[in-house]
Structure formats: C-alpha cells, structure tokens
C-alpha cells in the first residue's frame, strides 16, 4: 500500500482527528483526554494492515517484536462522543497514550468528560486567549521541478561546505562504498521547513520521489514550510546533495518530514505533537527518528519538568522514546543546548533509557559549553558530532553556519543510517550499542559531557564491509530458544570467534572470546532478568545476529 495513502487512512483512523478549529478570536481551552480501554474499535490485531502500513509490519517481524494493543488506533466512538458532550474538538490522538487532545470554549465540561465510563481521566493543558494560534496556511504547496546532480569523486571538495562534520565521523567510508541511505527512511520531526521546495540542495528529494510523507501536526495539514526554517537546516545535515558545494550523511535515503514545534510557542501542546508524529514514523515504517527539539519548561509553567525525572524511563516525552524504539526505530535525539543556563542538563526526551542521545562537539571534537550534561548516575549523552561551527542549508538556498546539538543530531541520524544498509536484520539497540562502543573516547571521566565521545564510522563498518564482500552472514541456531538458563549457539558448521548478548537498549551483558576451532558457544543467560536479547555471533566469515527470549 502506498505509505501516503495509507498515513491519510490512519488520520481519519485516529492518529488524527477532526478537521476543523476554533480559529476565530475566542478563548481555547485545550484538555486532554485518556480513555480506559480500545474496546469496540473495528480494528483488530489480526489484520494490522488496517492501521500499519507493510513496511512497519515488515519491521515488526524482521525484529521478532510483536503488533499489540498500543498499535491499534483509539476507537472512534469514544472521541466523537466526547467531542459531543463538550462541544469540542478533537485534535489530535495518541494510540500509545490511548487518549485524544480536545479543543473546547469551556473548560468547565472537565467533570462532564469524567463522568463518562469509557474516560479514565481529563486534565487541562493550556488557554489561548486569542483562539488556536496554529493557523493554517492559506496557499497550496507544489514542489518545483528539479534535476538531480550528478555524482563527483568523494573528497573534501566534492562534499563542499558538509565536509568537516561527516569527516570528523569518518562517515565519507561508508558513502565510498555506496551506503549513502539507499533504501532507509528517516523520520524528521522539528519545527518548521521553510524553503524546502525550489531549493537546489533539496533537487534531488523532489525529483526522484524521496519525500514519503510530510505532516504539520499543529495545524493538521501537510503545510509544513511555514515557522522558521529550523527543520529545514536539521534536514539539510543528512539530505542536502549539490556536489562541489554541499554534501550531508544520508543523501539517498528516503525522508518524512514532520513538524511539531513553533517557533514563537512552547506550549505543552507541542508535546502531544511530537507524540502524534513519533507514531506516526512508527506506522510508515520509519526506520530511523531524528528529533533535534528538546523539552523541559513551558508557557503553562504547571507542566514544567524537573531535572528529578531525568532517569530514562520517568517523563511521558522519554517513556513515548522508547515505546517508539520498543517498535523497532532507532531514536536519536539531541542532547540540547542548555549546558551554560540554569537547567544546564539534557533535555527530554534524549534521557530515554532506549534513545541515542546526541551531544555537541566543534571539529577538534572538544565539547561545546552548552551542550547539555547528562545528570549524576546517568550515561548520557550517548555520544556527540560536530554541531558547532557546522555549515547547514538555509532557506534561501544558500550554505550557513550552525551551532547547537540540533545539527550534531543529524550528523550521526545519517551516518547511522548508511551503516545500517550493511545488515538491515541488525535490531537498531544494536547499532546504537555500536555506535556508543565506537566512540573516540570509550568510557571516560567526563561521561556526562562527552558520552562515549564522537563515533567513528569507519572503525565501526570496516570489519563488516570486509566480511560482507568476502562471505555471507552465517545462518545462526540458537536452542533453547525460549531458554530458562543456558543456551547453545551454532552458526553454520563455521568457527565461532566471539559473541555479545546485548539488552533492547542496546547495553552488552555478556561476551566471550572463544578458544580458536570451537564451532559452538554456550553463554550462561540464568542471570539475565526475563525478556528479548539480540545475539550477535563473529564468525572467521561473517558476523550474524538473531534473537532469544530469556523466560
């Protein structure tokens, strides 16, 4: 099924609901509203390609993670029934949350909405005094016509003004060897896009079809080029192509583009949003999110966060984080900026316990002062790329530069994205766990500056490149599988070298160096707590990675 076709079916579905808004200058009171359960919902786990398009259940299977009830869309009933009793209307819905953001005139219909027995709860989230401040835009969006620039031999030249960011990664290897996103779709949610179409560095997207969706979440429409070009200069990191002038980390991959945020606001409204759009990278099939937005006060200071729940797993935005990476996305997230101001740490949702965060580093990869600092007992940022000093694409079509950990995020959501072309069946907690393992630093005394330090790609894909043009990956045999204790692994007849148990967040528990000729490994697992583990096996060939439940 057509991935744009499918999202609008998800839209009328539940993702997103109503079409219409208080638009004129009267007082908005926004509510959210949570329901108890998705009884009675047409929907059902048997026949997900009713509300998943084939490529996120394609991920789903290639992943062993099975479709449940947080995928089915909220029923519809319950949000027309209580858009009825408020005389409201419903915004946006969250299949994860099960609930549906409410725009109202009278807040007062609070205890109304509770009253009904399918409502676990209702809460207010914010006023706007002048009516709902996400105006849609009034003039239609054609993209231009464009052609697509042709391929230079790949040096500091031809990358242009992209160079010292994707060489301080070493990430020009991988493109070298023609892993330049071919086949990857990378979900981009921020704020706006303004310039993106009629843009030269932006040709070749338009052309060849590479724009698999695109979707304003706060004014539900698919206008997304207006509020500042924030989204467009993340975009620009991984997509802009124009050889000889500018070259980013992922510029053939395929891209949805997303915004959440506003440039004049930091409504809580925002977070539902971002919410909304994380499922709904989740529902195309998304393989990768780059999120350079991070949260943490707001303009209803009752909905502040504290620094208390940077834990991983505390905050709806970081708990949604890794939901998203539970359904087989890698999460990457910027660390923020805020390292020289009071709140000095990262933001959220980069603490999620499954969520790459990004930190901030110049070329001489030595930590910018506000990039945001991981908080005591925490191994955050994950890593960090160049963000500071970066040169980006502005909206006017010209190179510019940029700072900040929003263009480091990008820098690694790319690269991430090219080294996953060389095992699409590697489960994405394992290429963040490569990703951390690689860092210039390793573990070090300044973890919550600099993570594992800046990811070299090159050290990382060069095992794996050279395996892949000599052997195919073994086939491995993993039994008992479920296992209550020890397991055996065999791959193939082949010599097994080494071997990791690595966690869903990408965290090794166990590894071992095997002594030479043994074609079959045992790793005790009794001591690991219940659940999904990735295997990943090196042969003298190949290295093979499958998956084992610990009962």
């Given at each position: 099924m057509n991935p744009l076709r499918h999202a609008a079916v998800l839209m009328i579905s539940g993702l997103l609901c109503g079409s219409g808004s208080m638009l004129s200058a009267q007082t908005v009171d926004v509510l959210w509203v949570s329901f108890t359960d998705k009884a009675g919902t047409p929907y059902t786990l048997s026949n997900p390609r009713d509300f998943l398009t084939q490529a996120a259940i394609d991920r789903r299977l290639r992943f062993g993670i099975t479709t449940d009830s947080t995928d089915l869309p909220v029923n519809e009933s319950y949000i027309s029934n209580t858009a009825t009793v408020s005389n409201g209307t419903p915004w946006l819905a969250s299949r994860w949350l099960n609930g549906v953001l409410l725009q109202t005139a009278d807040s007062s219909v609070t205890a109304q909405i509770r009253a009904l027995p399918y409502v676990a709860d209702c809460q207010w989230v914010t006023r706007?005094?002048?009516?709902?401040?996400?105006?849609?835009?009034?003039?239609?969006?054609?993209?231009?016509?464009a052609t697509p620039a042709q391929p230079v031999s790949m040096d500091a030249t031809y990358y242009g003004g992209g160079w010292n960011q994707i060489h301080t990664c070493e990430g020009e290897f991988l493109h070298e060897?023609?892993?330049?996103?071919?086949?990857?779709?990378?979900?981009?949610?921020?704020?706006?896009?303004?310039?993106?179409?009629?843009?030269?560095?932006?040709?070749?997207?338009?052309?060849?079809?590479?724009?698999?969706?695109?979707?304003?979440?706060?004014?539900?429409?698919?206008?997304?080029?207006?509020?500042?070009d924030h989204g467009l200069r993340v975009l620009s990191v991984m997509a802009g192509y124009r050889p000889d002038a500018f070259v980013g980390t992922a510029p053939?991959?395929?891209?949805?583009?997303?915004?959440?945020?506003?440039?004049?606001?930091?409504?809580?409204?925002?977070?539902?949003?971002?919410?909304?759009?994380?499922?709904?990278?989740?529902s195309i099939g998304a393989d990768i999110v780059n999120n350079s937005l991070g949260y943490s006060i707001f303009d209803e200071s009752v909905h502040n966060f504290t620094t208390a729940t940077l834990d991983g797993h505390s905050n709806l935005l970081s708990r949604m984080a890794n939901t998203g990476a539970s359904k087989g996305m890698l999460i990457v997230s910027s660390a923020g900026n805020e390292g020289n101001r009071p709140w000095k740490h990262i933001l959220f949702p980069s603490d999620g316990d499954s969520v790459l965060a990004v930190g901030n580093t110049d070329a001489g990869k030595h930590i910018h002062y506000t990039s945001g600092k991981g908080p005591a007992g925490l191994s955050k940022p994950d890593v960090v790329a160049m963000g500071t000093n970066a040169r980006v694409i502005n909206r006017i079509s010209s190179i510019a530069p940029g700072n900040g950990a929003s263009f480091a995020t990008p820098v690694v959501s790319g690269l991430a994205a090219c080294f996953w072309q060389l095992d699409r069946n590697r489960h994405p907690a394992e290429i963040r766990s490569l990703i951390r393992q690689y860092g210039h630093l390793g573990v070090n005394d300044s973890m919550q500056l600099y993570g594992y330090g800046v990811p070299d790609f090159k050290r990382m894909a060069q095992p794996y490149v050279?395996?892949?043009?000599?052997?195919?990956?073994?086939?491995?045999?993993?039994?008992?599988?479920?296992?209550?204790?020890?397991?055996?692994v065999s791959a193939s007849g082949e010599r097994i070298i080494r071997y990791q148990v690595i966690n869903m967040t990408g965290k090794v528990l166990l590894q071992e160096t095997l002594v030479p000729g043994r074609t079959t490994a045992e790793p005790d697992v009794s001591n690991l707590a219940p659940g999904i583990y990735t295997l990943l096996v090196y042969t003298d060939k190949a290295v093979s990675s499958s998956l084992f439940t610990r009962l």
């Amino acid at each position: 099924m057509n991935p744009l076709r499918h999202a609008a079916v998800l839209m009328i579905s539940g993702l997103l609901c109503g079409s219409g808004s208080m638009l004129s200058a009267q007082t908005v009171d926004v509510l959210w509203v949570s329901f108890t359960d998705k009884a009675g919902t047409p929907y059902t786990l048997s026949n997900p390609r009713d509300f998943l398009t084939q490529a996120a259940i394609d991920r789903r299977l290639r992943f062993g993670i099975t479709t449940d009830s947080t995928d089915l869309p909220v029923n519809e009933s319950y949000i027309s029934n209580t858009a009825t009793v408020s005389n409201g209307t419903p915004w946006l819905a969250s299949r994860w949350l099960n609930g549906v953001l409410l725009q109202t005139a009278d807040s007062s219909v609070t205890a109304q909405i509770r009253a009904l027995p399918y409502v676990a709860d209702c809460q207010w989230v914010t006023r706007f005094s002048n009516g709902w401040p996400y105006i849609k835009a009034q003039a239609p969006q054609v993209p231009g016509d464009a052609t697509p620039a042709q391929p230079v031999s790949m040096d500091a030249t031809y990358y242009g003004g992209g160079w010292n960011q994707i060489h301080t990664c070493e990430g020009e290897f991988l493109h070298e060897r023609g892993y330049e996103g071919q086949g990857m779709l990378i979900a981009v949610i921020d704020a706006g896009f303004s310039g993106l179409y009629n843009n030269s560095y932006f040709e070749h997207l338009v052309s060849e079809g590479r724009i698999a969706d695109r979707y304003s979440f706060l004014r539900n429409d698919t206008f997304i080029t207006q509020d500042g070009d924030h989204g467009l200069r993340v975009l620009s990191v991984m997509a802009g192509y124009r050889p000889d002038a500018f070259v980013g980390t992922a510029p053939k991959a395929r891209y949805a583009l997303y915004q959440t945020d506003h440039q004049n606001t930091e409504s809580f409204v925002e977070v539902y949003a971002w919410i909304a759009a994380l499922e709904r990278a989740d529902s195309i099939g998304a393989d990768i999110v780059n999120n350079s937005l991070g949260y943490s006060i707001f303009d209803e200071s009752v909905h502040n966060f504290t620094t208390a729940t940077l834990d991983g797993h505390s905050n709806l935005l970081s708990r949604m984080a890794n939901t998203g990476a539970s359904k087989g996305m890698l999460i990457v997230s910027s660390a923020g900026n805020e390292g020289n101001r009071p709140w000095k740490h990262i933001l959220f949702p980069s603490d999620g316990d499954s969520v790459l965060a990004v930190g901030n580093t110049d070329a001489g990869k030595h930590i910018h002062y506000t990039s945001g600092k991981g908080p005591a007992g925490l191994s955050k940022p994950d890593v960090v790329a160049m963000g500071t000093n970066a040169r980006v694409i502005n909206r006017i079509s010209s190179i510019a530069p940029g700072n900040g950990a929003s263009f480091a995020t990008p820098v690694v959501s790319g690269l991430a994205a090219c080294f996953w072309q060389l095992d699409r069946n590697r489960h994405p907690a394992e290429i963040r766990s490569l990703i951390r393992q690689y860092g210039h630093l390793g573990v070090n005394d300044s973890m919550q500056l600099y993570g594992y330090g800046v990811p070299d790609f090159k050290r990382m894909a060069q095992p794996y490149v050279s395996i892949k043009e000599t052997a195919p990956a073994a086939a491995i045999t993993v039994y008992p599988n479920p296992s209550p204790g020890t397991i055996t692994v065999s791959a193939s007849g082949e010599r097994i070298i080494r071997y990791q148990v690595i966690n869903m967040t990408g965290k090794v528990l166990l590894q071992e160096t095997l002594v030479p000729g043994r074609t079959t490994a045992e790793p005790d697992v009794s001591n690991l707590a219940p659940g999904i583990y990735t295997l990943l096996v090196y042969t003298d060939k190949a290295v093979s990675s499958s998956l084992f439940t610990r009962l």
